[in-house]
């Protein structure tokens, strides 16, 4: 495995009275895709969002690119280069899809080139350019969502079920997207139920369950291994 | 990166013509209402009368509730001690008018509103100053707790009139107007305030200096995304706590300039002022849509001159006509004129 982006170490996180997170190890490397796999309630999305700042660990430790991020806000921690795209898409309904993408551009504008790879990855992007966001549907909020975390390099991404609930024309669309974002050899760590989409893009995998990171190893051996998925995940169906 | 192509196409599907309209549709009620006034009241230089006087007290409300209405919209504060900002405003104000009387005085225009451009900038720091005190001192501990925060901001307010006693005594105080800002001047055989038209185009300022600054700049940007998904603004890097403090400062700031304007449009204070202009506040807040600067705006022009409407056609009905109108807002849109989509 290639030298790491981010690292965490025993990270515990309480959300009110309830454990969470029961003490996370993952180490993401650099210019890959590692899916972050598992059930429902494994503790997927509160990995992320602790990851993010958005809920604060009460032990262990995370690194990002060798320096410690755990107790820095959010706004912090995404000026250090970290892109979010949480579950809910976390669209600004009220504001056009134009204003959108100029907030998540913290340098002021976004760059050109970069606008034009959105549209011509999300056309519909540049067809609602000055809509309000609140009128897109589901896929074209989840499209927005995506455009507004890679409309300048990041360190790492951080996307959380990009592919949910949403119409098999529009992942494929998403996954292309993606597939370029990776190939440009961005950092990714992904949350995702949809195994198919895990399989294409993941290059690394972690499962996840009841808080703990169960099982870590290669995107190949885990596609390979059906048995080892039903185990794991329970992912009978999917395998076939 | 290389194009990828599309495996869909975007459509556009044009929505029907009442569709399209409805959410325009508040902006007509202040036109409206003013034509309703028109056709009630019998002559028509007390029906301009009226309508003058009703949207100059709309915009002193919008002043004082616009700052309120950003606050809640940011981070969901019900902030009961806006009342103390604009008592203080007022009574800053006035001691400032009091002082330079000289000024206020004269028989100058010019020297007239330095005096009061001197009066709102000197209650707009100080009131900006104790926004900034009450928002670290007793709004930030309680954060996402609606009851505490009523039972705390409450008290904040109880605690600043009993200052005002204790600064400027148990009295009520008496300003005069400037000297040019006196009386009225005719049209179309209306007689029509001064200092009326005056407060109308101050909030016609302030509206549009709110506008410009929430549509055109960055700012404006990070706190319309703020009222919408604060966690939201947060991942994206952006302090919004910070922003919260700023808006929270430039609300009571604003409260500070309302209690100088009420305070001239009385021309008469006392400490409990602010907390009793703050009914009619939370009636602008609600029926404009909590956090929505556009809906306080034309809440507020409507408040003031059902008010007034109703307080020449009939004055008994002019008591409850505000809470009727909130009634018949909110059976209309529950959510407000113009309401805000907040994330949850």
């Known amino acids: 495995m290639s030298d790491p982006i981010l690292t965490?170490?025993?990270?515990?996180?309480?959300?009110?009275?309830?454990?969470?997170?029961?003490?996370?190890?993952?180490?993401?490397?650099?210019?890959?895709?590692?899916?972050?796999?598992?059930?429902?309630?494994a503790g997927k999305t509160t990995t992320l969002r602790t990851i993010m700042g958005l809920w604060q660990p009460h032990a262990g430790e995370i690194l990002l690119d060798g320096a410690h991020i755990h107790g820095l806000t959010p706004a912090?921690?995404?000026?250090?280069?970290?892109?979010?795209?949480?579950?809910?898409?976390?669209?600004?309904?009220?504001?056009?899809?134009?204003?959108?993408?100029?907030?998540?551009?913290?340098?002021?504008?976004?760059?050109?080139?970069?606008?034009e790879w959105i549209f011509a990855a999300f056309p519909a992007l540049r067809t609602f350019w000055h809509s309000p966001a609140g009128t897109l549907s589901g896929g074209q909020k989840q499209m927005l969502a995506v455009a507004?975390?890679?409309?300048?390099?990041?360190?790492?991404?951080?996307?959380?079920?990009p592919s949910k609930g949403l119409a098999p024309a529009i992942v494929a669309t998403l996954a292309r997207a993606l597939k370029d974002l990776k190939e440009r050899g961005a950092s990714i760590l992904m949350v995702e139920q949809n195994f198919s989409l895990a399989r294409a893009l993941g290059d690394h995998v972690a499962v996840m369950d009841d808080g703990r990171i169960t099982w870590?190893?290669?995107?190949?051996?885990?596609?390979?291994?059906?048995?080892?998925?039903?185990?794991?995940?329970?992912?009978k169906m999917e395998s076939a | 990166m290389s194009n990828t192509a599309p495996s869909h196409a975007p459509t556009i599907t044009r929505l029907p013509l009442a569709e399209r309209l409805k959410p325009w549709l508040p902006l007509l009620l202040v036109p409206v209402l003013i034509v309703l006034g028109f056709l009630a009241i019998p002559a028509t230089s007390s029906w301009l009368t009226l309508t003058v006087s009703g949207l100059a007290?709309?915009?002193?409300?919008?002043?004082?509730?616009?700052?309120?209405?950003?606050?809640?919209?940011?981070?969901?504060?019900?902030?009961?001690?806006?009342?103390?900002?604009?008592?203080?405003?007022?009574?800053?104000?006035?001691?400032?008018?009091?002082?330079?009387?000289?000024?206020?005085?004269?028989?100058?225009?010019?020297?007239?509103?330095?005096?009061?451009?001197?009066?709102?900038?000197?209650?707009?720091?100080?009131?900006?100053?104790i926004g900034w005190a009450f928002e670290r001192a007793i709004v930030r501990p309680v954060y996402g707790s609606p009851l505490k925060q009523i039972l705390v901001t409450m008290g904040g307010l109880i605690v600043a009139e009993q200052l005002i006693y204790v600064i400027w005594g148990g009295h009520e105080i008496v300003i005069a107007r400037p000297e040019t800002l006196k009386g009225a001047f005719t049209f179309a055989g209306a007689a029509l305030e001064k200092y009326r038209v005056l407060a109308v185009a101050v909030g016609l300022a302030v509206f549009t200096a709110l506008r410009l600054v929430l549509r055109r700049t960055k700012l404006g940007l990070i706190?319309?995304?703020?009222?919408?998904?604060?966690?939201?603004?947060?991942?994206?890097?952006?302090?919004?706590?910070?922003?919260?403090?700023?808006?929270?400062?430039?609300?009571?700031?604003?409260a500070g300039l309302g209690g100088v304007m009420w305070a001239l449009y009385q021309e008469v204070i006392t400490a409990p002022m602010g907390n009793e202009i703050m009914i009619l506040v939370f009636i602008v807040v609600i029926i404009g849509g909590?956090?929505?600067?556009?809906?306080?705006?034309?809440?507020?022009?409507?408040?003031?001159?059902?008010?007034?409407?109703?307080?020449?056609?009939?004055?008994?009905?002019?008591?409850?006509?505000?809470?009727?109108?909130?009634?018949?807002?909110?059976?209309?849109?529950?959510?407000?004129?113009?309401?805000?989509?907040k994330a949850k």
């Open chain 1, 8 to 41: 965490l170490s025993g990270v515990q996180t309480d959300i009110a009275q309830y454990h969470i997170l029961h003490g996370v190890d993952l180490v993401v490397p650099r210019g890959a895709v590692t899916m972050l796999l598992g059930r429902n309630g």
């Open chain 1, 76 to 115: 912090q921690i995404a000026r250090r280069g970290i892109g979010f795209v949480p579950e809910d898409m976390g669209i600004f309904s009220d504001l056009t899809v134009e204003e959108n993408i100029r907030l998540a551009a913290l340098s002021g504008q976004p760059i050109p080139e970069r606008l």
């Open chain 1, 148 to 161: 507004r975390a890679v409309v300048e390099d990041r360190e790492l991404y951080l996307i959380d079920e």
């Open chain 1, 216 to 235: 870590t190893g290669a995107m190949a051996d885990l596609a390979g291994d059906t048995t080892l998925q039903e185990r794991l995940m329970g992912l």
């Open chain 2, 57 to 129: 007290m709309g915009m002193m409300i919008f002043v004082i509730a616009s700052g309120m209405t950003l606050v809640f919209g940011l981070m969901d504060v019900i902030n009961f001690g806006h009342g103390a900002f604009i008592s203080f405003g007022a009574f800053i104000g006035t001691s400032v008018l009091l002082a330079l009387g000289t000024m206020t005085g004269a028989p100058s225009l010019l020297l007239n509103l330095l005096a009061v451009a001197g009066a709102v900038l000197a209650a707009m720091i100080v009131t900006g100053g």
């Open chain 2, 223 to 254: 706190v319309r995304a703020g009222v919408d998904n604060p966690e939201m603004v947060q991942a994206l890097g952006y302090n919004i706590t910070r922003v919260f403090v700023g808006v929270f400062v430039a609300g009571s700031a604003l």
């Open chain 2, 290 to 341: 909590l956090g929505s600067v556009e809906g306080c705006f034309i809440g507020a022009l409507t408040v003031g001159l059902v008010q007034n409407y109703a307080a020449f056609l009939e004055p008994k009905l002019a008591l409850i006509s505000n809470i009727a109108l909130m009634v018949a807002i909110l059976m209309w849109r529950p959510m407000g004129m113009v309401p805000v989509v």
